[in-house]
């Protein structure tokens, strides 16, 4: 018989300092990168997708995109810059909206019927259950939170893009349901993290209201 599965290969490439939103100032933090691979007799051979990387706290423990690294500019080599993922505003905004849901505690069809219709007005094409059950499996795996996924992304999108941002997460938020105390956290914190009036808050999230009647009528 021969014995295959599945581990993740974790590695940690660079240590260093960043602010760290969750405790508020400078902190020790390690960069790992996690590949998973397929194993034969327990033994990592063969690679089963790409490599993602993971930033973590060494104070808080809190996991962050290494995104976070240009947030504040603080400890950061070219070598943050170089070995980032390629992916664009429209795929990191994708994430950003299954973990959203995740965020939610559970996936029901109704989320993931959700997810594609609204990925799909978001990418101009059709997202597809795969493309989600990848990205989803990654986020349960790489273990970093919405709200740190957000804070570690605003620094690499523009004005424009953030508010873009928050239709598309408040609409994802109120898939097949009201919006919850939770997801209504979420968002009030992302609008503190790109510095949005209220009033610009309710705008957006007023025409996301009405973009949405508009599209089940
Ligand atoms: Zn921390």
Same mark, same amino acid.
């Given at each position: +018989? ?7 290969? +974790? ?26 691979? +397929? ?60 973990? +959203? ?41 790489? =273990? ?40 209504? =956290?979420?968002?009030? =914190? ?28």
């Amino acid at each position: +018989m021969i014995l295959i599965g599945t581990t993740n290969w +974790m590695r940690t490439v660079q240590r260093g300092e960043f602010t760290c939103p969750q405790c508020g100032g400078l902190r020790s933090y390690r960069l790992r990168t996690r590949r998973p691979m +397929m194993t034969f007799y327990f033994l990592p051979l063969v690679p089963i997708g790409p490599c993602e990387w993971i930033l973590q706290c060494q104070d808080c423990r809190q996991n962050w995109d290494p995104s976070i690294l240009r947030v504040h500019h603080v400890g950061i080599d070219n070598l943050a810059a170089n070995m980032s993922p390629s992916e664009n505003f429209q795929d990191e905004l994708l994430r950003a909206m299954v973990l +959203m849901v995740i965020d939610r505690g559970r996936i029901a069809e109704d989320d993931i019927q959700g997810l594609m219709r609204i990925g799909s007005e978001l990418m101009g094409r059709g997202v597809h259950r795969d493309e989600l059950g990848w990205i989803c499996s990654s986020a349960y795996q790489n =273990k970093i939170p919405i709200e740190n996924y957000l804070h570690s992304m605003i620094g690499n999108w523009t004005d424009d893009q953030q508010q873009v941002a928050l239709h598309y997460l408040f609409l994802t938020a109120t898939i097949g349901e009201d919006l919850t105390d939770h997801a209504a =956290k979420v968002l009030a =914190k992302y609008q503190k993290m790109i510095d949005l009036s209220e009033t610009e808050f309710q705008e957006i999230v007023e025409a996301a209201v009405q973009f949405d009647e508009t599209r089940e009528s």
